[in-house]
């Protein structure tokens, strides 16, 4: 076994590159899990049956989600560590909210002003405002864009994190952190109290905290707790996603969601094995421009697919194979996204980055991995 310091050296605490493809690759299966499965209000026909060769794989897509939680709690540990509380609600803040208040208002001209009539959530202007802080769902308001339920279990990890952030970020702080709050997750699912469950996310917790762990092996190198706390995460969330799955397919039919639960367990444990290859260096890429702008252009991606999935694919029907729609829905999704992404959300960031590295004078020289939400 490598001591710890040697494994930092040989894996670095920088950008790993290979996170950012896996982002990528995250969103673009939620994207198509949308487009060739969920989205029949937007084609106007069961996706299912015009993509009959694409559903069962595209299907597995719902888990994507599942991905960006475990590179959550990788990355968000990596990078509250050695920060105090101003930074990181700082630097959460900066990567949150400028792109989420762009598809929010794109979410707003599409249907106030387009008048596009699929996925509408039929909110008033009031309503639109309380999107805008992220925590609609606190006030039982009904999100703008049906992705942003991810923000809202992202939020609470966040809030989380936050208790230990004041505490303080040390190695053996976050093993009884992770453990206290795995500990909790079990105890709330048979509780099965409401506000329990809001605040201790039993579903999405195993994700979470699996990714924290990932990131102890990866900075400190392989030791038996952390260990035992991804394999109970990969064990817990085993039941998680195949319960989210079976409730999908409870209400669209398995005909319209075609996916079993073999496929649902092997997606489950590539997810985990492929992190688990990240943190101990075994997937290891190098950084490139290309890496970094998929990275980048992963979170608008993530936000403003469903916009343009209605706004192009009802109009696009009229006149092209449904194969072709879909090829040209995705392409513009990721073009925007990237647009999005160089032109707006990243220069808002560098305006307000030197602020963020004003409250952490700490902050290290080598360039910190974006967080990891969707």
């Given at each position: 076994m490598h001591s710890p310091s040697r494994s930092r050296r040989a894996r670095g605490d920088g950008r790993l590159a290979e996170l950012d493809l896996l982002r990528f690759i995250a969103a673009l299966s939620v994207v198509a899990f949308h487009l060739f499965v969920a989205f029949a209000s937007v084609w106007g026909a069961r996706p299912a049956a015009l993509f009959p060769a694409l559903a069962p794989v595209a299907g597995l897509g719902i888990l994507g989600v599942e991905l960006f939680f475990v590179i959550s709690g990788f990355v968000i540990l990596m990078t509250v560590w050695g920060k105090g509380l101003g930074a990181f609600a700082w630097s959460r803040f900066v990567r949150l909210y400028p792109a989420y208040w762009l598809s929010l208002g794109a979410v707003a001209l599409l249907y106030g002003v387009m008048g596009a009539k699929a996925l509408d959530p039929k909110l008033t202007g009031g309503e639109y405002a309380v999107n805008a802080t992220m925590f609609q769902r606190l006030f039982k308001v009904i999100d703008a864009n049906g992705v942003y339920w991810s923000l809202w279990a992202e939020l609470r990890f966040y809030l989380l994190m936050a208790i230990l952030v004041i505490v303080g970020v040390t190695y053996g702080r976050v093993l009884v952190f992770a453990g206290i709050w795995l500990a909790a997750a079990i105890g709330a699912e048979f509780l099965g109290d409401p506000v329990v469950n809001e605040i201790v996310m039993p579903r999405y917790a195993p994700y979470f905290i699996a990714g924290m762990s990932l990131y102890l092996i990866h900075k400190?190198?392989?030791?038996?707790?952390?260990?035992?706390?991804?394999?109970?995460?990969?064990?817990?969330?085993?039941?998680?996603?195949?319960?989210?799955?079976?409730?999908?397919?409870?209400?669209?039919?398995?005909?319209?969601?075609?996916?079993?639960?073999?496929?649902?367990?092997?997606?489950?444990?590539?997810?985990?094995?492929?992190?688990?290859?990240?943190?101990?260096?075994v997937l290891r890429m190098r950084p490139s421009k290309l890496l970094t702008a998929l990275g980048g252009t992963t979170y608008p991606l993530y936000?403003?697919?469903?916009?343009?999935?209605?706004?192009?694919?009802?109009?696009?029907?009229?006149?092209?194979?449904?194969?072709?729609?879909?090829?040209v829905t995705i392409v513009s999704a990721i073009v925007l996204s990237y647009l999005v992404y160089a032109l707006a959300e990243r220069p808002i960031q560098r305006i307000l980055r030197p602020r963020r590295r004003q409250q952490s004078p700490a902050t290290p020289a080598v360039q910190v991995q974006k967080a990891s939400v969707p």
């Open positions: 400190h190198g392989s030791r038996w707790l952390p260990w035992l706390y991804v394999v109970a995460g990969w064990a817990i969330s085993l039941h998680s996603a195949l319960e989210r799955v079976h409730g999908r397919i409870k209400v669209a039919g398995y005909v319209n969601m075609p996916v079993n639960d073999v496929s649902v367990i092997v997606t489950i444990t590539l997810i985990f094995a492929a992190m688990s290859l990240v943190a101990l260096g936000l403003f697919h469903s916009v343009v999935a209605v706004a192009l694919i009802p109009v696009l029907t009229k006149t092209l194979p449904a194969w072709a729609v879909a090829l």
